[in-house]
């Protein structure tokens, strides 16, 4: 599996980029979720190796809330995000005049995990980690026999994506019933490698975050298997986000792309890189890729230049193939 560390590959693009000027229109612009930043940051040193270093893709790490922002604003060319645009974020955009093209490059799974030496909390039900994660548990649930009488009388030290992050959009809404509603005594950052050595340093610690980062540290970290709507215990794979069986925790990974930006040669080349490795990429940085029918959809939808959002409430269990097909909401 290809590595990858925050803080490292930045350090070691931007030396790159120093010793290889290139004047601003040359430059891609990247931002957004840190969940996805792995594909991105592997889609984009691929594509700078294949144009011999003539073409300069920055990728920042603001979160979904925040690369929306940006992109909003007409700052960046792609935003990478864990969860669709809002509304609002669709607002923002229509003030600003920036028009974009939604395509789904993979498939993550969200991972619970807990320090390797918790014996106790191997499985674990939506309903558990509601208990754990819900406005209402803070103050009340500080300790894990808070949550089960059979679970020991340890702290509980929670570790969680912030704010601006799709992945915490997603697990609150999925797992509180509302996005954005949670405790608030818990340690938060957008940076998963900072969850990531909360967790392996806390015998008591529980976080959560994409399956990539559990994936690169299960010599740090241990998994929690979901009981999932069937009632079976599911730990997060390839193989079980493939199957429909890892769920609620399951959700696609997003690329928007601004049409402006696609009159810039360097923006169309760079998309048209991506679209042809991204299934590839995503699983060398530990994603699942999208299965053959759905990628091929995602490839006509930007091919025919199909803007606006079309995962939206409304068309819940529509199959990802004939939802790419539709008109999106702008």
Known sequence: MRMFKLSAMTAVM???FAATPAIADDVVKMDGSSTVYPISEAVAEEFQKAEKGKIRVTVGVSGTGGGFKKFCRGETDFSGASRQIKASEMEECRKNGVNFI?????????????????????????????????PAAQGKIMKWSDVDPKFPNQDIKLYGPGADSG???????????????????????????????GVSRDRGGLGYFGLAYYEENKDKLKGVAIVNKDGKAVLPSLETVNDLSYNPLARPLFM??????????????FMDFTMKNVSKL????GYVDL????????????????????????NAGVPMDKLLAMKGKN
């Not at 809404?173 to 490698?193: L, Y």
């Not at 299965?291 to 409304?314: H, I």
């Open 14 to 16: 931007a030396a790159a």
């Open 102 to 134: 939604e395509v789904p490059v993979a498939f993550d799974a969200l991972t619970v995990v807990v320090h390797p030496s918790n014996t106790w909390a191997s499985t674990m039900t939506p309903a558990q980690l509601k208990k754990i994660w819900e």
């Open 167 to 197: 992945t915490f959009d997603y697990f609150t809404e999925e797992i509180n019933g509302k996005a954005k509603a949670i405790r608030g005594d818990f340690t938060a950052s957008e940076d998963d490698n900072v969850l990531v050595q």
């Open 256 to 269: 928007y792309v601004s049409v402006d930006s696609l009159k810039k040669p360097n923006v169309v080349k």
């Open 282 to 285: 995503s699983k060398e940085v």
């Open 291 to 314: 299965p053959a029918k759905f990628m091929t959809a995602a490839q006509k939808r930007y091919n025919d230049r199909l803007t606006g959002t079309v995962f939206t409430a409304e």
